[in-house]
């Protein structure tokens, strides 16, 4: 099914008519190219701004299906790259936020588990790497963090890109996975699973609580089946950020009648802190 109209895919960012930042991405007329105007899209500041509108009309775009027509599959990074880019720490501002509040050798084996990585893309930006459960190597996102407070850096724009963009794949077909899921073969199914939003939360998680995997939907959309099927028969605890409690226990409700052992944790939903806070946030807070 596609639809006349649908959101930009490419990460072309403009000015939200709202918030009046630039993390707007605007609705394009599928059969043309064109975008359809200036405020129809959607702003990425979801919690913070949250404007979201549809074009008026978007009928449904009939389409002649080719019964040969091959499925397209998804791309994979060569593993020479986690090398390549396992470097330079010094120099990469998310590590040495780590080093400020944990131990060297606990920050070491974290760095490890997750194959964090460092990019010149940006001075001092992480690669966070996303390995699906056969250890193949289906994106790394790079994204900037402050190296003293740990926020990431969203000023003058959100500084989120990808490798395959860096190195100009342009054939690459990106399928994302859970961050974090090619550590599943350490884990058996009487393990516990926790399931949050950012890869920070689950990397920082992992130190605190290492009993447990961490792993992270890499944005609060992420928080859906076709990400969470590689990990269905494990017992699982999500915890949504601040606001995001009854979107995610919704899903969770959806999830269970179809045979996941899951539950969504309303910790945070019952502090009271901004919208946006997440399990890392209060830990790291509490411990200060």
């Given at each position: 099914?596609?639809?006349?109209?649908?959101?930009?895919?490419?990460?072309?960012?403009?000015?939200?008519?709202?918030?009046?930042?630039?993390?707007?991405?605007?609705?394009?007329?599928?059969?043309?190219?064109?975008?359809?105007?200036?405020?129809d899209?959607?702003?990425?500041?979801?919690?913070?701004?949250?404007?979201?509108?549809?074009?008026?009309?978007?009928?449904?775009?009939?389409?002649?299906?080719?019964?040969?027509?091959?499925?397209?599959?998804?791309?994979?990074?060569?593993?020479?790259l986690?090398?390549?880019?396992?470097?330079?720490?010094?120099?990469?501002?998310?590590?040495?936020?780590?080093?400020?509040?944990?131990?060297?050798?606990?920050?070491?084996?974290?760095?490890?588990?997750?194959?964090?990585?460092?990019?010149?893309?940006?001075?001092?930006?992480?690669?966070?790497?996303?390995?699906?459960?056969?250890?193949?190597?289906?994106?790394?996102?790079?994204?900037?963090?402050?190296?003293?407070?740990?926020?990431?850096?969203?000023q003058?724009?959100?500084?989120?890109?990808?490798?395959?963009?860096?190195?100009?794949?342009?054939?690459?077909?990106?399928?994302?996975?859970?961050?974090?899921?090619?550590?599943?073969?350490?884990?058996?199914?009487?393990?516990?699973?926790?399931?949050?939003?950012?890869?920070?939360?689950?990397?920082?998680?992992?130190?605190?609580?290492?009993?447990?995997?961490?792993?992270?939907?890499?944005?609060?959309?992420?928080?859906?089946?076709?990400?969470?099927?590689?990990i269905?028969?494990?017992?699982?605890i999500?915890?949504?950020?601040?606001?995001?409690?009854?979107?995610?226990?919704?899903?969770?409700?959806?999830?269970?009648?179809?045979g996941?052992?899951?539950?969504?944790?309303?910790?945070?939903?019952?502090l009271?802190?901004?919208?946006?806070?997440?399990?890392?946030?209060?830990?790291?807070?509490?411990?200060?």
């Open positions: 099914m596609k639809y006349k109209y649908q959101l930009d895919k490419t990460s072309k960012k403009y000015v939200c008519p709202n918030c009046n930042k630039k993390t707007f991405v605007r609705f394009v007329d599928t059969l043309t190219g064109n975008y359809l105007n200036t405020i899209g959607r702003c990425d500041r979801e919690t913070k701004c949250g404007y979201f509108k549809k074009p008026e009309s978007n009928q449904i775009v009939t389409q002649k299906y080719d019964c040969n027509t091959k499925q397209v599959k998804p791309s994979y990074h060569k593993n020479f986690i090398k390549k880019f396992g470097c330079n720490y010094k120099n990469n501002h998310f590590v040495s936020y780590l080093l400020k509040h944990f131990a060297p050798i606990d920050v070491k084996q974290v760095i490890k588990k997750y194959f964090i990585g460092t990019s010149n893309h940006w001075a001092g930006a992480t690669v966070f790497w996303q390995i699906d459960q056969n250890v193949n190597i289906k994106a790394g996102k790079i994204m900037l963090y402050d190296c003293n407070t740990g926020d990431r850096v969203k003058p724009y959100n500084h989120i890109s990808w490798v395959h963009k860096k190195l100009k794949l342009n054939q690459f077909v990106l399928q994302q996975c859970l961050f974090g899921l090619h550590n599943l073969c350490d884990y058996d199914t009487s393990n516990t699973l926790c399931v949050v939003e950012s890869e920070k939360t689950a990397i920082i998680m992992s130190i605190i609580i290492p009993s447990n995997l961490w792993l992270a939907t890499g944005s609060k959309s992420g928080f859906k089946e076709e990400l969470l099927k590689p269905k028969n494990y017992n699982i999500a915890y949504p950020d601040k606001s995001e409690f009854n979107s995610w226990n919704k899903r969770a409700e959806e999830l269970i009648k179809k996941y052992r899951i539950r969504c944790s309303n910790l945070l939903e019952n009271t802190v901004d919208n946006g806070y997440d399990l890392a946030d209060y830990l790291m807070t509490r411990t200060a």
